[in-house]
């Protein structure tokens, strides 16, 4: 009997003591903070790399032809014509470039890159060709693009930055007679356009 007592009184005293212990209640659990957090509207850049080459049809032989040009290093284009390096181009051959593209807010297959041939320079002439996506080009490569934002020399990231292979073929007079403007053209996801430089 007298530790039943003991037990009871030692109970009354632990709920005695905790009842003096300050209890906290949650009056509210407040706002959540909602942070606003922007994307910068970047339209991709557009650098070419090294020159153009110009590809000879295989259909008349330039008198001077330089070296086959391959695919992806693997098939051959054909030959690169090396007589006539100035700004013409007649049926069947081709024009073919390698641009660095970048956009800062990440490189995806959501980028749209072609070229476009019209009478006005700059961005909206007819799409012709669209630009393939080919791998790392090492550094030599990176190096010809001059890849630059304002005076500011860039390093390649692979993140943000990717190569394309565009090649236009000339076609016929019918539908490709006269002076004609070619530039390469990258649009993102969100809509922002950027040109070659």
């Not at 005293?13 to 407040?30: H, R, T």
């Not at 390649?156 to 007079?173: N, S």
Request: proline residues 4%.
């Amino acid at each position: 009997m007298r530790t039943l007592y003991t037990t009871l009184v030692l109970s009354l005293l632990v709920l005695s003591v905790v009842s003096l212990i300050p209890v906290v209640f949650a009056v509210e659990v407040g706002t959540g903070i909602t942070p606003d957090i922007t994307v910068e509207k970047f339209a991709p850049r557009v650098w070419m790399c090294d020159n153009r080459v110009v590809v000879d049809d295989n259909t008349e032989p330039g008198r001077v032809d330089g070296n086959i040009t391959y695919y992806n290093n693997t098939d051959p284009k054909g030959p690169e014509l090396i007589e006539r390096l100035n700004n013409y181009a007649f049926e069947g051959e081709k024009i073919e470039w390698i641009v660095l593209v970048m956009d800062k807010n990440k490189i995806d297959q959501n980028i749209d890159v072609y070229g476009t041939v019209g009478s006005s320079q700059g961005e909206g002439n007819d799409i012709e060709v669209n630009c393939q996506r080919i791998g790392d080009q090492g550094r030599d490569t990176f190096e010809k693009c001059n890849a630059r934002i304002d005076e500011e020399h860039l390093t390649f990231d692979p993140e943000t930055m990717a190569y394309f292979e565009c090649t236009l073929t000339v076609e016929t007079p019918e539908s490709m007679h006269g002076e004609f403007w070619v530039t390469v053209e990258a649009q993102d996801g969100d809509g922002l356009m950027g040109t070659m430089d």
